[in-house]
């Protein structure tokens, strides 16, 4: 199977599961993907960028594990639908997302509609897709990409914070309604984990000022979310349901 960085044990009752994981052409949606490789897990990765994604596969495949591309823009709701009516998933990472930041009053209307679209809509289009096909099969596991940005805002963030909140409360509901067709739903809060996209920012001044914030002194890894989402995925977490589980190395909890 894909190796899995740090070497987590096998977590009960993923063997032979099938997984839909969005957002899956970089970043934490390629690590999700590997992560749940590793677990036994059939993967399907859907993007908008075959290309990455066709590599990630073959790689898993390499390995010795299953995956699937699906070429899908998460945010054209009449192609989730048309896409995801024949599949069936036992898992659902809802991770598609992305930020645009900038001043409140200097966005431009398009700009917040695209992350609320992105980041919330999408989701929820994705989510129920999914939740069909799991309700007629008798169940499956659904985890909302969240951020701390729900839960304590910062500057220049107010379409990102709002729509990840606003996943939250998503979550929470979704949780309440399907629970009795044994689907969970549960939100992942990553703190600031270190990507290719930000690396550069948090080599500045700016991004060493911000990571001497975080009570552990360091910027999260891909690997330090993996316990996190396999709890929430497996027979190990059965019984929790409206879960919002944050993985940020204390900074939540951290002086203002």
């Given amino acids: 199977m894909t190796e899995i960085p740090g070497a987590l044990p096998q977590f009960p009752g993923l063997q032979g599961r099938s997984a839909l994981v969005t957002g ?20 399907t990765v859907a993007a908008r960028r075959a290309a990455p994604m066709e590599a990630l596969a073959a790689e898993i495949a390499a390995a010795g594990g299953t995956a699937e591309v699906l070429a899908l823009d998460v945010t054209d709701t009449a192609a989730v639908a048309e896409k ?14 992305g930020s645009a930041s900038g001043a409140a009053l200097e966005q431009d209307a398009a700009e917040i509609d695209a992350t609320l679209d992105l980041n919330l809509k999408a989701a929820f289009h994705v989510a129920r897709a999914a939740a069909a096909g799991m309700r007629d099969a008798g169940g499956g596991a659904i985890v909302n990409i969240a951020s701390i940005l729900a839960h304590r805002v910062a500057g220049r963030t107010a ?16 949780a309440l309604e399907w629970a ?12 600031y984990i270190e990507t290719d996209l930000n690396r550069d ?9 911000l990571i001497r ?13 993996d316990g996190a989402l ?16 944050v993985v940020d190395g204390g900074h939540l909890v951290s002086s203002l």
Avoid at 160 to 174: D, E, H, P
């Fill in 180 to 191: 009795r067709h044994g689907i969970r739903v549960n939100a992942l809060c990553p703190g």
């Fill in 213 to 225: 914030r975080i009570p552990q002194r360091r910027l999260g890894q891909a690997g330090d979310l």
């Fill in 159 to 174: 379409a990102y914070a709002a729509s990840k909140a606003g996943l939250l409360q998503l979550t929470r509901a979704l």
């Fill in 201 to 209: 920012f948090f080599a500045t001044e700016a991004g060493q000022a």
């Fill in 24 to 43: 899956a052409s970089s970043g934490l949606g390629v690590h999700f993907a590997r992560l749940l490789a590793g677990q036994g897990v059939a993967v």
């Fill in 84 to 97: 995801l009516a024949a599949r069936r998933f036992d898992i659902l990472i809802n991770n598609a997302g």
């Fill in 230 to 245: 396999l709890l929430l995925v497996s027979d190990a977490g059965r019984y929790i349901t409206g879960a919002d589980l």
